[in-house]
């Protein structure tokens, strides 16, 4: 009796299974449709402004027909929020970028500035050294100079004196 219980409750039983399989397909494409903007606006931010900007793309030249049966309507609704959930998030990631991007430019100029203020720095101390070594220079020539002529007035003195 069973037997012929699932024999004749077959069609029944996989005609059940086909529109359990029909609609979790059409849930399982609106679910999808629905991901996308949960994933572009997770917290982690790894979705960049191109990547939104594709997934927009993608999300607009996706097709909404007959094919959702009686699903079409909450695909198209599924759509259309999902789309503006993306715009948003596009243009708060456009602006976050841009920061970051600013950020970059102002961080690489303070480089740039610090580089340039240890440059001179290193340019003045040559220069100071140079200048030191060079009055230095000059002092000890200034003293051999003088050196040479005292002594060289005592050697007249002594050739002088011996005369």
Same mark, same amino acid.
């Given at each position: 009796?069973?037997?012929?219980?699932?024999?004749?409750?077959?069609?029944?039983?996989?005609?059940?299974?086909?529109?359990?399989?029909?609609?979790?397909?059409?849930?399982?494409?609106?679910?999808?449709?629905?991901?996308?903007?949960?994933?572009?606006?997770?917290?982690?931010?790894?979705?960049?402004?191109?990547?939104?900007?594709?997934?927009?793309?993608?999300?607009?030249?996706?097709?909404?027909?007959?094919?959702?049966?009686?699903?079409?309507?909450?695909?198209?609704?599924?759509?259309?929020?999902?789309?503006?959930?993306?715009?948003?998030?596009?243009?708060?990631?456009?602006?976050?970028?841009?920061?970051?991007?600013?950020?970059?430019?102002?961080?690489?100029? %303070?480089?740039? =500035?610090? #580089?340039? /203020?240890?440059?001179?720095?290193?340019? !003045? @101390? *040559?220069?100071? $050294? +140079?200048?030191?070594?060079?009055?230095?220079?000059?002092?000890? %020539?200034?003293? =051999?100079? #003088?050196? /040479?002529?005292?002594?060289?007035?005592? !050697? @007249? *003195?002594?050739? $002088? +004196?011996?005369?």
């Amino acid at each position: 009796m069973e037997l012929l219980q699932d024999e004749i409750r077959k069609p029944l039983t996989d005609f059940e299974q086909v529109e359990k399989d029909r609609v979790a397909k059409h849930e399982h494409h609106i679910a999808t449709i629905r991901m996308v903007s949960t994933l572009a606006t997770a917290a982690d931010g790894e979705w960049t402004a191109l990547t939104i900007k594709e997934a927009i793309e993608t999300l607009e030249n996706k097709v909404i027909d007959s094919s959702f049966e009686e699903y079409k309507e909450q695909a198209k609704l599924a759509k259309f929020e999902t789309l503006e959930v993306l715009r948003k998030a596009l243009g708060v990631r456009e602006k976050f970028e841009a920061e970051q991007a600013e950020l970059e430019r102002l961080r690489i100029a %303070e480089q740039q =500035r610090i #580089q340039q /203020e240890r440059e001179a720095q290193i340019a !003045r @101390e *040559a220069v100071e $050294k +140079a200048t030191c070594e060079a009055e230095e220079k000059a002092r000890f %020539e200034a003293e =051999r100079v #003088q050196r /040479e002529k005292l002594e060289a007035e005592q !050697r @007249e *003195a002594r050739l $002088k +004196a011996e005369k």
